[in-house]
């Protein structure tokens, strides 16, 4: 039996993962309790004292407006920290899953989606320490495997909260009545966060190397929000009133940073398409009208 080392183990996708593949593996899950990310020997001191033969590195600082505004603090968290994680397993010979994100192609100008081979560009302080860990690992400890995420959806359920995402943004500007801006001059990926956990087997076993995870997505954030709202049963006169197009956000510079998913189709790791994955998720929760 595999044991697996889980950071941000209190996190949505590391509770999501341990939650659906719990009894295949003996867990290690770390937590701030153990070592915090802000005191990188605290980490290195912890990592040292646990066997394991996976490291899921799942902890992170992603909240771009707090990393831009304490960017040292930020890069203790998610580079810093990170780089003491990688040295670990490469002296234990531990492999090594690193979590990426689409973040790291909103300075890009180019259309996407954006396949792995294709150079990363940031203008988010999150973004750039993503981007600084991925090379770092690539040039220390190539064996390992990094997945770049897409923004995963889902909601919350006993013993896991979800994340912020679009389908609670929406929920939430229905069900309170409050008008709420959605993006326009952008266009992401949105995946239901079930698929990765589900496909964690799959993905722990991968070749070394950059992948991406994400849904298929051709709509722009704000028209996204109008289809969760229109599948939710929300009246035409409710989404003129409270899910509002932002077409000043990014209005300088439109921003596609989609990821394309192929390689790991090929491999027959797939995630289908956004709406597929709003579907998916109200009938999980019961919210199918």
């Not at 603090?73 to 690193?98: D, H, P, Q, Y």
Request: aromatic letters at 10%; proline letters at 4%; glycine letters at 6%.
């Amino acid at each position: 039996m595999k044991t697996i080392l889980t950071t941000g183990s209190n996190g949505y996708l590391a509770s999501l993962i341990y939650q659906t593949n719990r009894d295949p593996y003996h867990w290690i899950r770390m937590t701030r309790k153990n070592a915090d990310l802000t005191d990188p020997d605290a980490v290195e001191a912890y990592l040292r004292t646990q066997d394991f033969d996976v490291c899921f590195h799942a902890a992170a600082n992603a909240n771009t407006k707090f990393c831009d505004e304490h960017p040292d603090l930020a890069k203790a968290i998610n580079v810093e920290s990170t780089k003491r994680i990688v040295n670990v397993c490469k002296e234990k010979g531990a492999k090594l899953i690193f979590s990426g994100s689409e973040q790291e192609f909103n300075g890009v100008d180019a259309a996407g989606p954006h396949t792995e081979s294709e150079t990363t560009k940031s203008v988010t302080m999150y973004g750039q320490n993503k981007i600084e860990c991925e090379q770092y690992i690539q040039d220390t400890y190539p064996q390992a495997v990094l997945l770049r995420y897409s923004w995963q959806m889902g909601l919350s359920m006993p013993g896991i909260k979800a994340s912020p995402n679009l389908m609670k943004n929406v929920m939430t500007a229905l069900l309170h009545q409050q008008p709420t801006l959605f993006t326009c001059n952008e266009k992401r990926c949105m995946t239901y966060a079930k698929h990765l956990a589900e496909a964690f087997p799959q993905l722990i076993e991968l070749e070394p190397g950059i992948y991406h995870v994400a849904a298929s997505n051709e709509r722009t954030t704000y028209e996204c929000a109008v289809y969760i709202a229109q599948q939710l049963g929300a009246s035409p006169e409710a989404i003129k009133q409270f899910i509002l197009p932002n077409h000043e956000r990014y209005a300088d510079r439109f921003r596609d940073f989609r990821l394309d998913a192929g390689k790991l189709a090929a491999k027959g790791i797939t995630f289908g398409t956004f709406e597929e994955n709003v579907q998916e998720i109200l009938k999980d929760f019961g919210w199918d009208k």
